[in-house]
C-alpha cells in the first residue's frame, strides 16, 4: 500500500521549474532513495511534501489517505510527516534533552510552555515522555550527552540530534533531507544503518536524498531519479544503476564525483 503518492506533482518559481509533473509511490513500510545532480528538485520536493511550498495547482499530494497539497505545514506535521533538512536548525543553546522534547511538544496538543501553566498532570506525562526520549538519545547514542548543550556537539552527533528531533514527533514518515552532509563516506553508512534500526524500531516510513550513491543503492529498496524537475527513473537499486538516463544524468553531465562512477560502473 502506498503511504505518500503524488500525481502531476509539479512546482515552478517564476521561470524555474523546479518540478515538473512528479508522480512517486512510495510503499509503505520502505525505505527510499531520492536522487539527482545539484539542482534536479530533490528539496523543493520535500518542501512541497512538507506544506513549505504550495505545489502548482493540478499537483496531486495524497498521504495516509489525505490530499494534502494544500494544507499548511503545520497540519501537515499533524498527519504524520515530519522531516529534517540540509541546514540543521537545532537550539544550541538548549540541551540535547530539551531539542528532541520539542520535537515531541510539537505533536502534542498541550503546547511547549504548558507544564508550566497547567500543573502537575502534565508534569507527570512529562516525565514518562522524558523516558520516552532518553531511551530514543540512547539508541541513537546520545544519551550521554541528554543534559549538555546541543552546541557542544560533534558535527556528526549534530546531525543525530537533528534526527532524534524529527522522530520524537512520532511521524509515519520521515522525510530526510541529506543526513550525512559534511560526514565521511565510513560515516555517513553508518548513519544509514541507524537510520535502517530506527525505520524497523518506530515502525517508520522513510524517504532519504543522499548524494553518496553507494551508501543510497545499498540502504534503499526503491530509488527515484529526478533530473531538472523531472522523473527519470524508478526502481530497485539494481534497474537504478543500469538505467542509461540515469547514467546519462550523472556522466553525460561530467560529474567529478568518483563515487558515482564507481557505483554505475560496478
Ligand atoms: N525558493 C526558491 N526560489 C527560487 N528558486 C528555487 C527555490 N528553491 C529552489 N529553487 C530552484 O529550483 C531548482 C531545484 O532546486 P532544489 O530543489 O534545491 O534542488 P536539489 O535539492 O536537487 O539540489 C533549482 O534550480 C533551484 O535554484
Ligand atoms: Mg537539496
Keep these: 500500500m502506498a503511504l505518500l503518492e503524488t500525481k502531476g506533482l509539479s512546482k515552478s518559481f517564476g521561470g524555474v521549474q523546479a518540478l515538473q509533473d512528479v508522480d512517486v509511490h512510495i510503499e509503505e513500510g520502505s525505505i527510499h532513495g531520492l536522487i539527482g545532480p545539484n539542482g534536479s528538485g530533490k528539496s523543493t520536493f520535500f518542501n512541497v511534501i512538507s506544506g ?7 499537483s496531486s499530494v495524497l498521504f495516509d489517505n489525505h490530499e494534502i497539497s494544500q494544507l499548511p505545514p503545520h497540519k501537515i506535521t499533524e498527519l504524520g510527516i515530519s522531516r529534517t533538512f540540509q541546514l540543521l536548525r537545532l537550539f544550541l543553546e538548549m540541551t540535547v534533552l530539551e531539542n528532541v522534547m520539542v520535537g515531541y511538544h510539537c505533536h502534542t496538543p498541550y503546547g511547549f510552555l504548558s507544564p508550566i501553566l ?23 547514542g546520545l544519551a550521554s550527552y541528554a543534559n549538555l548543550p546541543a ?19 512520532k511521524p509515519k514518515l520521515l522525510l530526510l533531507d541529506e543526513p550525512g552532509a559534511g560526514l565521511s563516506p565510513v560515516n555517513v553508512d553508518h548513519l544509514m544503518h541507524t537510520i535502517l534500526s530506527l525505520k524497523e524500531k518506530y515502525k ?16 534503499c529498496e526503491r530509488i527515484t531519479v529526478l533530473d531538472h524537475g523531472q522523473k ?24 567529478a564525483d568518483e563515487d558515482i562512477r564507481q557505483v554505475i560502473r560496478a
Design 52 to 58: 513549505v511550498y504550495r505545489p502548482d495547482s493540478g
Design 204 to 219: 517508520l516510513t522513510v524517504v532519504v536524498v543522499e548524494h553518496i550513491l553507494k551508501v543510497v543503492m545499498n540502504t
Design 232 to 255: 527519470i527513473a524508478e526502481g530497485s537499486p539494481e534497474e537504478v544503476k543500469n538505467d542509461h538516463a540515469v547514467i546519462e544524468a550523472y556522466l553525460g553531465r561530467e560529474m
Design 118 to 140: 497547567q500543573g502537575s498532570k502534565v508534569r507527570e506525562a512529562d516525565e514518562k515522555i522524558q523516558d520516552e526520549m532518553i531511551e530514543m538519545l540512547q539508541f541513537l
Design 151 to 169: 552546541g557542544e556537539l560533534s558535527g556528526g552527533q549534530r546531525r543525530l540530534l537533528s534526527l532524534g528531533r524529527a522522530i520524537a514527533m
